[in-house]
């Protein structure tokens, strides 16, 4: 029995070093020169092969969505790679659906640039750009969520949809007596939480994670400090239709981009009446209640709802309690036809969806952005 754990513990171990060894070779010591990048058939780049392909992207001022920084744990990086990519990786599969499989998707921070490739992007990518805005206001809402304000540089603009997001490039820092630093620069993705008539500003709600990320921003960014920011991304934003009512979820900083269509909604005095069900946990998680309140008076017919799951009698809170879904089975009927916006968790939408189409809302209808 020793004889076969040591003979294991020795395969093991040799593997590992094989492992370490192919993956120093390949950063280090393979040259792949200069690889070419058609993009939808019509635009060639020339890039240094051997990095990733977002990265590649990057390099030439093309920006692909990912809200991991690129280490394959959040899905969005998607393109098309119609050759050049060699197999998909253990990586990837986790993300890609069988159809997306069938249809040449990759995930752009998992494929390494060796060889020539075409691949196809969406054009809208082609307008995403990249500012270095400077930060001119950092407000606390909470103990744990800041409110960055933005301002681009002089003659600079911005135009974005009510919903969508941008990637905040986070510099490398050192570490603090209460956090650790980072020897890399990473992008993370946030949620635009201002109005889209201002475009010379941008607004963000952001949490304290103990990310590398989250820590740039609360723990070493300061006011006056220059920031690349690039984007905007997603296709999670207001829709125009023909619903009776709007119904408003989020959850934490999901707050985010909820501000941004409020805001859109007043700009345009659309007079549609709104719900606002925001899920937190104590009285001292709600913010901007004011700002609620005055959207209150300014809009044709809108509510904020708070939820709150943790209270205790000296509170003294007098609004709903439990979970978000509460709401949505005390307020939401089936005779209303409803659009509805959520953002917050993976396994909050996952709930609140269910308790949407339980209340016959068209699935259609239901937009959401997971982070």
């Not at 051997?50 to 990912?66: M, N, T």
């Not at 998707?105 to 640039?113: A, F, G, I």
């Not at 750009?129 to 603009?157: A, H, Q, W």
């Amino acid at each position: 029995m020793d004889k076969i754990i040591i003979s294991t513990l020795v395969v093991t171990a040799i593997s590992g070093v094989i492992a370490i060894l192919l993956t120093l070779a390949d950063k280090y010591i393979a040259d792949y020169g200069e690889v070419k990048i058609t993009i939808n058939d019509e635009k060639e780049y020339v890039v240094e092969g051997g990095d990733s392909l977002l990265s590649s992207l990057v390099s030439q001022k093309i920006f692909i969505p990912s809200a991991c920084g690129g280490k394959g744990s959040c899905g969005y990086c998607k393109v098309k790679v119609m050759d050049g990519a060699g197999p998909v990786l253990a990586t990837e599969k986790p993300w890609l659906s069988p159809e997306e499989l069938g249809d040449n998707v990759r995930l752009s921070c998992q494929v390494k640039v060796k060889s020539d490739m075409h691949i196809q992007i969406p054009e809208e990518l082609f307008n995403v750009k990249e500012y270095e805005m400077t930060l001119v206001e950092k407000i606390p809402m909470t103990d744990k969520i800041v409110k960055l304000r933005f301002e681009l540089p002089e003659g600079e603009t911005i135009n974005f949809k009510p919903g969508q997001f941008m990637q905040i490039k986070t510099e490398a820092y050192s570490g603090g007596d209460d956090f650790d630093g980072c020897d890399e620069e990473v992008f993370r993705a946030y949620s635009v939480a201002s109005s889209i008539k201002d475009t010379k500003h941008v607004e963000f709600l952001i949490g304290y994670t103990m990310g590398i990320c989250s820590t740039y921003v609360h723990k070493v960014l300061n006011v006056g400090d220059k920031v690349l920011i690039n984007g905007p991304y997603g296709d999670f934003y207001y829709h125009d239709d023909d619903s009776e009512e709007i119904l408003l979820i989020a959850a934490g900083t999901g707050f985010a981009p909820i501000r941004s269509i409020l805001n859109h909604m007043r700009d345009n005095d659309i007079k549609k009446k709104a719900r606002f069900y925001f899920g937190a946990r104590t009285p001292e998680d709600l913010f901007l209640v004011d700002e609620m309140k005055q959207f209150e008076e300014d809009l044709y017919d809108f509510k904020f709802m708070p939820t709150l799951s943790r209270t205790t009698p000296e509170d003294n809170w007098e609004g709903d309690t439990g979970r978000v879904n509460n709401s949505i089975d005390k307020y939401v009927n089936e005779d209303t036809t409803y659009t509805a916006y959520l953002c917050g968790s993976p396994k909050m939408i996952e709930g609140i969806v269910k308790s949407l189409c339980e209340k016959k809302v068209p699935e259609d209808r239901i937009f959401y952005d997971e982070f």
